[in-house]
C-alpha cells in the first residue's frame, strides 16, 4: 500500500509544476483578453465606429485569444497539440464552407459600416425593391417603404446595382 502512495506522491510531485505553469498561462492570457478588449472598445470608440463592430471584433480576439491559450496550456501539460491544432484547422474550413453565405453576409456588413456607402434615412433601390434604410447590421439592412419592411441580405448590396439618393 505504501508504494502506490509513494508513486502517487511521485506523480503529483512532477505534475505540480506543469499545473502551475498551465494555471499562470490562463492568467496570463486571461488579463490580454482584458486588456486587449478595452484597448479594442477604446479604439472603436475615438474611430465613432458602430456599435455592432466593436462588439464583432471584441468576440473575434476573444476566441482567438482562448484558443491561442488553451492551445498554449495543453502544451505546456505535456499533450500532443499537433492532432488538436489540425483538427481546429479542419473544422474552421468544414465551418467556412458551410456558412460561406452567412460569412460573406457579414463581411459586407462589417464592410458597410466601415465605408458607410449609405446610412440610416437614406433611400435605397436595389434591382425592385425601394426604401428608406431604418437599420444596419452585420447580416441585413433593413429598408421600409408604404408597404413593406425589407431586409436585404449585406452580401446583394455589394453584387448587385445599388441607387442610394440621400
Same mark, same amino acid.
Given at each position: 500500500?505504501?508504494?502506490? @502512495?509513494?508513486?502517487?506522491?511521485?506523480?503529483?510531485? /512532477?505534475?505540480?509544476? *506543469?499545473?502551475?505553469?498551465?494555471?499562470? %498561462?490562463?492568467?496570463?492570457?486571461?488579463?490580454?483578453?482584458?486588456? %486587449?478588449?478595452?484597448?479594442?472598445?477604446? $479604439?472603436?470608440? &475615438?474611430?465613432?465606429?458602430?456599435?455592432?463592430?466593436?462588439?464583432?471584433?471584441?468576440?473575434? !480576439?476573444?476566441?482567438?485569444?482562448?484558443?491561442?491559450? $488553451? %492551445?498554449?496550456?495543453?502544451?505546456?501539460?505535456?499533450?500532443?497539440? #499537433?492532432?488538436?491544432? !489540425?483538427?481546429?484547422?479542419? #473544422?474552421?474550413?468544414?465551418?467556412?464552407? !458551410?456558412? =460561406?453565405?452567412?460569412?460573406?453576409?457579414?463581411?459586407?456588413?462589417?464592410?458597410?459600416?466601415?465605408?458607410?456607402?449609405? &446610412?440610416?434615412?437614406?433611400?435605397? =433601390? $436595389?434591382? /425592385?425593391?425601394?426604401? =428608406?434604410?431604418? /437599420?444596419?447590421?452585420? *447580416?441585413?439592412? %433593413?429598408? @421600409?417603404?408604404?408597404?413593406?419592411?425589407?431586409?436585404?441580405?449585406? /452580401? =446583394?448590396?455589394?453584387?448587385?446595382?445599388?441607387?442610394?439618393? !440621400?
Amino acid at each position: 500500500m505504501e508504494e502506490y @502512495i509513494q508513486i502517487i506522491l511521485q506523480k503529483t510531485a /512532477s505534475w505540480l509544476p *506543469r499545473l502551475g505553469s498551465a494555471t499562470f %498561462i490562463l492568467l496570463f492570457f486571461w488579463l490580454l483578453i482584458k486588456f %486587449i478588449a478595452g484597448l479594442i472598445m477604446g $479604439l472603436v470608440t &475615438r474611430l465613432e465606429l458602430d456599435q455592432n463592430l466593436s462588439m464583432l471584433f471584441v468576440r473575434s !480576439a476573444r476566441v482567438g485569444l482562448w484558443t491561442l491559450g $488553451l %492551445i498554449t496550456m495543453f502544451g505546456t501539460l505535456g499533450v500532443d497539440i #499537433t492532432a488538436l491544432v !489540425a483538427g481546429l484547422g479542419l #473544422t474552421g474550413f468544414a465551418l467556412g464552407f !458551410a456558412l =460561406k453565405d452567412t460569412i460573406s453576409n457579414m463581411l459586407s456588413g462589417v464592410l458597410i459600416l466601415l465605408y458607410r456607402p449609405f &446610412r440610416i434615412g437614406d433611400q435605397l =433601390k $436595389l434591382s /425592385s425593391y425601394e426604401g =428608406k434604410v431604418v /437599420s444596419i447590421d452585420l *447580416r441585413y439592412t %433593413i429598408i @421600409i417603404n408604404e408597404e413593406q419592411k425589407i431586409l436585404i441580405p449585406n /452580401s =446583394k448590396l455589394f453584387t448587385e446595382p445599388l441607387i442610394v439618393q !440621400a
